[in-house]
Each structure stands twice: as C-alpha cells, then as structure tokens.
C-alpha cells in the first residue's frame, strides 16, 4: 500500500514548519544536496536517519549514515546546523546525496513522509530574512548571484550581498531621519523656543541643506540601476542577412563552438537559435536567425517573421552581405532601414571585398567566418558598439562598482523617496508650513526602509521571494 506524504496543503510563507528541497539541481553529478530547516527539523530527521549521534551534535558537524525507510535509501553526509547560528536562523540540515534525481528524489520523499514539507520558491531566505540574518537587499543579491551570466555581474551581485547596497541605504536614510526629527521638533515647539539657524538656506525646513544633499546622494542611487540593469539582463545582438550569406558559421565562430547546422542549403536555419556570450564582462544575447527572404515554405516563413521582430528589438545587428554572390537588392533594403547594425562582407576567402566597393556611408568589415579571417577585427568591432551603445543608453561607467542599485523594486523605491524629498524641499522654499512638510519626509524615510526590509508588508514579501528558486 502506498504511503501518504505528510506535507500539509495550506503551505505558506512565514510559519516554522519544516521544510525541505533540492539546494542543486538534481542530475548527472557526483553529489545533490537537500535543504532542511525548520523548528524540530533535527528530531524529525532522525526519524529516517540510521545514526543516532544527529541529535546530540553540536552545530556546524558533519555526521555520516543511511537514509532509511523500510529499507536503505542513500548512504549521505549530514551537515548540522543549530539555530541561530544558521542561513535561516533555525536548526538546519543539508544532506549531501549521491548525485542523480533517483536517489535525491527518493531522500526528499523519505523527508515528505517524516513529516518535511516541500519549500516554498525563496524561503530558506524569507526565513533568514524573518530572523534577522540578512536584509532585503542581500536577499534579492542572492537570487542575482545564482543568475549572473558573466563574472563582472557576479562580482557586482558580492557586492551587494557583502552589504554595500545596505550600508549606502542606512547612511542615507539616517541623515534623513536628522532632517525629519529637526523638522519634527519645530512642529512642537515654536521657533523662539528653539531659535531659528540664520545660516540654514531660505526656507521654511531646519537643516534644509542636508535635504538637499540627500536628495543628490538619492538622484545618483538611483541612476545606477540603468548600469546594473545592463549586467543582469545584458544587450541582444543579430546574426541577420540572405540566406546562406554565412550567419550560421559566424555564430557558431564567436560561440567557438558548434550550436547551430551549417549547410550548403539556402533556408536550413528555420527559426532562431540563441546563446548568451560576455563581452567586456557585459552579457550578450548572440542570437542566429532564419535568412531574410521572401519564401512559400510555410515553416520558413515563420521563422523569418520571427527573424525581422528580433531585428526591431536588437540592440546592435551583425548585417551580412554573402561575399560569393556580392551585395544584392535585398542587402541594399535592409541596409536602408532603421537598424543599429555592422555590416560584414562575409567568404572574403571565396571572394575579396572588390576595390573601391562602398556602401553609403557604412562602415564595413571583411571576414572569413570558415577560416577566421578578419573575426578579430570584427571582434573590436562589438566591443566598440556595445561600449557605445552601453555609454549611451546604460550610463556604464569603468573601474569597480560603488554602491548600486540591484533590482527594479529598489529602483523604484529610491525614486518614490527621491519624489517626496523633491516635494518637501520644494514646498519648504516656498515658506509652506511644516506639517505639510513633514509626512513627505517620513514618506521617504519609510520609502528607504522598504528597500532593506525594516518597512514591510507580508503581501510584499510573498510577492518577492515567490519569484526565487526553489531550494534558495
């Protein structure tokens, strides 16, 4: 008869229950680790743990043994952690299986049944949140650290979990605190009780000025999120040209590997194929599309409609001209059109770019993509664009990061306290009274305690963490 696993339905973030998941995906490896925190997640365990010493050892202890239930499961290493000394704050576990989803799976069922219910997406860090060992900010740097596509993007995402963020945020939010408090005792006292500061800019809010530089500090906060945006999400950029002009090999050039199919065959790529490559330590979505041409063939078709859309939404188009058949009508329409793009004369190896050849004002590259001719040159040559295009539209700015911006909800609250500090300085020098003054302060002191966390809602929280992996 089957057994029934124990896990409740009514699931939710903020109880004590334990819990467990896979902290590694399960697959082909020597090792998959599971996740276990929660209160009595220790004496839980032992229940399907062959070795009796789990529940007498001290934190931070490796114990070996069997999985069991009914019969051996998996021979594991159980590294113990007591509370509160612990990621999430509580007793913890991570069981160290033999790689491969059978036996994970067959682990994690064992737990099920003990009594473990499956783990919400992001609440190994919600808890660790709740207990006070991390803020928000380092919570979202985790979920950045696991999705970095380059080591520049890892690195910025350290930066934040080691506290950076936080420290700049705190900083900030207390100088702003000293304008609130000073404009809080004006309100309940009278100015010649107090006495008011004639060096103090015009108007009407004590300590004006260090309104004012907040607000600077607040402004350039918030202009970081254009640059880290950039090494989370990265640029997108087309491999786009008349079939058979060589779009294929090129990708498969800059990949040095083979992703996509090279043939003789004009129209064999049907639909676009993609990877993510890091150039200058900025993520970049390579993309190989279908050739551009107009076709009866139902499924071609698709794929070219699908191929022009990417060309609306790419940051910078690699345009080639297929150097064997030379530039054709097609080349010159699209050449015409609205694109950021470089234009490369590809099989410079069949066929040399002709003397004097030139296209309108366009620069142009002549490569090999069969023989790598000329691939370092274009290589300078997107690294230029991107920097430019990164410079341009991003704000990228070289050498170490300082103290930046890492989400969108961060993003948007800096520039909800940026919008009610603006408001209180500007009601402020037109001499309009402290009590109007004063809520749009404390509008943007709460605004800044939401971002790391000491402001907060619980529907806010499911929201964010919902959106982490699970196992994190």
């Not at 229940?47 to 998996?74: L, M, Q, Y």
């Not at 991003?394 to 890492?406: I, M, V």
Request: charged share 25%; with cysteine.
């Amino acid at each position: 008869m089957q057994e029934k696993s124990k896990m409740p339905d009514n699931a939710r973030y903020g109880d004590d229950s334990p819990i467990a998941a896979f902290a590694t995906s399960p697959g082909n490896s020597a090792l998959t680790l599971i996740r276990c925190s929660g209160k009595g997640s220790i004496e839980l365990f032992s229940s399907v743990f062959s070795s009796e010493k789990i529940n007498d050892a001290p934190g931070n202890t490796v114990i070996h043994g069997w999985i069991v239930r009914n019969e051996k499961i998996d021979e594991v290493l159980v590294s113990v952690f007591r509370a509160p000394k612990s990621y999430t704050g509580e007793d913890s576990l991570d069981i160290s299986c033999h790689g491969g989803f059978v036996s994970g799976k067959a682990v994690l069922d064992a737990l099920k049944y003990s009594g473990f219910r499956e783990a919400l997406p992001g609440e190994f860090t919600f808890r660790a949140f709740l207990n006070g060992k991390i803020d928000l900010t380092r919570c979202e740097s985790v979920m950045e650290l696991v999705s970095a596509k380059t080591d520049t993007a890892r690195s910025r995402a350290v930066s934040r979990l080691s506290g950076s963020l936080f420290a700049e945020i705190d900083e900030i939010k207390k100088l702003l605190v000293q304008v609130l408090s000073g404009a809080e005792i004006y309100l309940d006292y009278s100015e010649d009780e107090i006495g008011a500061d004639d060096d103090e800019a015009e108007g009407k809010l004590p300590n004006l000025n260090a309104a004012i530089n907040v607000l600077a500090r607040l402004k350039k906060l918030a202009s970081s999120w254009r640059t880290e945006r950039l090494y989370q999400e990265g640029l997108t950029l087309v491999i786009a040209g008349c079939p058979n002009a060589g779009k294929s090999s090129l990708f498969n050039a800059l990949l040095k590997e083979d992703r996509s199919i090279v043939t003789e065959i004009p129209g064999t790529t049907r639909d676009w194929i993609e990877a993510w490559v890091s150039i200058e330590g900025i993520p970049v979505r390579l993309v190989d599309t279908a050739g551009l041409r107009e076709t009866s063939d139902s499924v071609e078709k698709i794929g070219v409609e699908r191929s022009r859309k990417l060309l609306q939404d790419a940051e910078l188009v690699l345009y080639l001209i297929d150097g064997a058949q030379g530039l054709t009508a097609a080349d010159n329409e699209f050449i015409s059109g609205n694109f950021k793009r470089l234009i490369i004369w590809n099989k410079a190896d069949i066929n040399p770019v002709p003397s004097g050849f030139k296209i309108a004002d366009n620069r142009f590259i002549s490569v090999s993509a069969k023989t790598g001719e000329g691939l370092s040159e274009l290589y300078r040559e997107i690294v230029s664009a991107i920097n430019e295009r990164a410079e341009t539209d991003f704000h990228l700015h070289n050498g170490p990061a300082s103290a930046a911006l890492g989400s969108e909800r961060q993003k948007n609250l800096v520039c909800s306290a940026c919008d009610a500090l603006e408001e209180a300085i500007s009601l402020s020098r037109k001499n309009e009274p402290l009590d109007l003054i004063a809520p749009l302060l404390r509008e943007a002191v709460n605004a800044l305690g939401e971002i790391t966390g000491e402001v907060s809602t619980s529907d806010i929280l499911e929201d964010m963490f919902s959106r982490f992996c699970v196992g994190k």
